[in-house]
Nanobody, 122 residues
Framework: QVQLVESGGGLVQAGGSLRLSCAVLGRTLSTYGWFRQAPGKEREFVAAITRSSGNTYYGDSVKGRFTISRDNAKNTVYLQMNSLKPEDTAVYYC?????????????????WGQGTQVTVSS
């Protein structure tokens, strides 16, 4: 049984930073991703990383501001978010799949966390 547990969300002022963590419990998987969903909007791809090589891929709206990383020893994935903007406000979800390869579609991921709220005030 795979379980993804996110933490690190909260309230921050515009221009600030937050780091989200996603603990992967149960077994290791091949590719991890972060998505976000604002009220009334579809779930949006944020970033992805492969467990073995550490290759990364970012959504256009966060390139240059967010960094995804992983600690294989801790089976944990991180999302460092800098220069936050009010439009980054959303529930952030960690996702994982046993398939190898960077991917941005929600349908490509098999496992999801419960989400953590990030609110950026102006």
């Amino acid at each position: 049984q795979v379980q993804l547990v996110e933490s690190g969300g909260g309230l921050v002022q515009a221009g600030g930073s937050l780091r989200l963590s996603c603990a992967v419990l149960g077994r290791t998987l091949s590719t991890y991703g972060w998505f976000r969903q604002a009220p009334g909007k579809e779930r949006e791809f944020v970033a992805a990383i492969t467990r073995s090589s550490g290759n990364t891929y970012y959504g256009d709206s966060v390139k240059g501001r967010f960094t995804i990383s992983r600690d294989n020893a801790k089976n944990t994935v991180y999302l460092q978010m800098n220069s936050l903007k009010p439009e980054d406000t959303a529930v952030y979800y960690c996702a994982a799949t046993s398939s190898y390869g960077l991917r941005s579609r929600t349908s490509s991921y098999d496992y999801w966390g419960q989400g953590t709220q990030v609110t950026v005030s102006s």
